[in-house]
């Protein structure tokens, strides 16, 4: 079966940091990876997929950045953190288009708080 | 106007309720239709999975798609406290969709 490892659960990180959160995904080949950010008490804002290795589609122009330097493995990174990027991030994964099933799972999140 | 609309509650009822949560679209060309919860602190779940039009059933929950109104529901039977979370909805247009349009999702508490 397919699983989805998200870590670390939390991190408490300074103004100016760097950042590095780390996806893996086992089970499956060639996935669709994402990363999300949700604020408290609303709903997912996406921030960057990938169809493939090397692919990143970014959805909102930010301090942030992702990569996927293997096939299941996808990392959100930014050079200096703002105390805009606090919140809960999600990583989530779907099955190739060629499977035509659009089903997200997701990762148990990484709550980031940028002090 | 947003994609998807979803009333983000809170919505707070009695243990052993029926739960109405609703979505709200603008896009006729959606045609999958998900439900997910989210437990505090936790990522999201998926609940239900629906194409098209009609009802689907699962143990307490059923998921309805009107797609006339542009209208989706999810309804709890018998809610119980451990359906305390936040439930969001979620819709594309085709099953190669890369993306999802999710609802900003409703917090839901019931209360024993």
């Known amino acids: 079966s397919q699983t989805i490892h998200q870590w670390p659960a939390t991190l408490v990180q300074p103004v100016g940091s760097p950042l590095s959160l780390e996806c893996t995904v086992e089970?499956?080949?060639?996935?669709?990876l994402y990363w999300y950010r949700q604020a408290a008490g609303r709903g997912l804002q996406l921030l960057f997929y990938?169809?493939?290795?090397?692919?990143i589609s970014s959805e909102v122009p930010q301090n942030l950045s992702a990569s996927r330097p293997q096939d299941r493995q996808f990392i959100l990174s930014s050079k200096k953190l703002l105390l805009s990027d606090s919140g809960f991030y999600l990583c989530a994964w779907s099955a190739p288009p060629t499977m035509a099933k659009n089903i997200q799972y997701f990762g148990a999140g990484t709550r980031l708080s940028v002090l | 106007q947003k994609e998807v609309e979803q009333d983000p509650g809170p919505l707070s009822v009695p243990e052993g309720a029926i739960v109405s949560l609703n979505c709200t679209y603008s896009?006729?060309?959606?045609?999958?239709f998900m439900w997910y919860r989210q437990y505090s602190r936790k990522g999201p779940e998926l609940l239900m999975y629906?194409?098209?039009?009609g009802n689907k059933e699962d143990g307490r929950f059923t998921a309805q798609v009107d797609k006339s109104s542009k209208y989706i529901s999810l309804f709890i039977r018998d809610s119980q406290p451990s359906d305390s979370a936040t439930y969001l909805c979620a819709m594309s247009e085709d099953q190669g969709a890369q993306k999802l349009v999710f609802g900003q999702g409703t917090r839901l508490t019931i209360n024993p």
């Open positions: 990938s169809v493939g290795i090397g692919q």
């Open positions: 089970g499956t080949s060639n996935p669709n």
């Open positions: 896009n006729s060309a959606f045609q999958y």
């Open positions: 629906t194409y098209s039009s």
